[in-house]
Every structure is written in structure tokens, then in C-alpha cells.
């Protein structure tokens, strides 16, 4: 079952490149999915404004799946 925070993830994930939310897994790197990295760095200044969290876009390219961007967001919303 996912969290919240993974259906969100993958919700704008969906919404950014138009792949159904169902096709999406946390083992999909972005890369898989077709997003480059001004679509990445789009996405990851959308989730911190709906999670509330300042920016720290010097973590980002370090998360290279869709996991990887889920555990980075409820590891901050602890």
C-alpha cells in the first residue's frame, strides 16, 4: 500500500510526463520515465511547495528513482 507522500510523488510525476499513475513504481528511475532534467528539477520545486520545505536543490540530483525522491520526503516530513 502506499503512503501519501509516494501517491503524491507519483501523482506529479504522472502529471509532468503524461504516463499513468499505474505505470509508475518507486523502482522507475527518472531517466526510465523520460524526464530530463529541467522536468526533474520542475518536479522537485513542486513537491517541496506541497510539502511545505524550502528549497535544497543540491540534493536532487542525487535521487535518481522514484523511491529515492519518496523516502527523501517522508524522511523531511519526520
Do not use: C, R
Not at 499513475?21 to 527518472?30: K, M
Not at 535544497?56 to 523511491?67: I, K, L, Q, R
Amino acid at each position: 500500500m502506499k503512503t501519501a507522500i509516494e501517491s503524491t510523488v507519483i501523482n506529479e510525476i504522472s502529471n509532468s510526463i503524461g504516463i499513468p499513475e499505474s505505470a509508475i513504481t518507486a523502482e522507475h528511475s527518472l531517466n526510465d520515465l523520460g524526464m530530463n532534467s529541467i522536468l526533474a528539477v520542475q518536479l522537485f520545486s513542486k513537491l517541496q511547495t506541497q510539502f511545505g520545505m524550502e528549497n535544497a536543490p543540491a540534493e536532487m540530483p542525487h535521487m535518481g528513482t522514484v523511491g529515492e525522491i519518496v523516502h527523501y520526503f517522508e524522511s523531511k516530513a519526520k
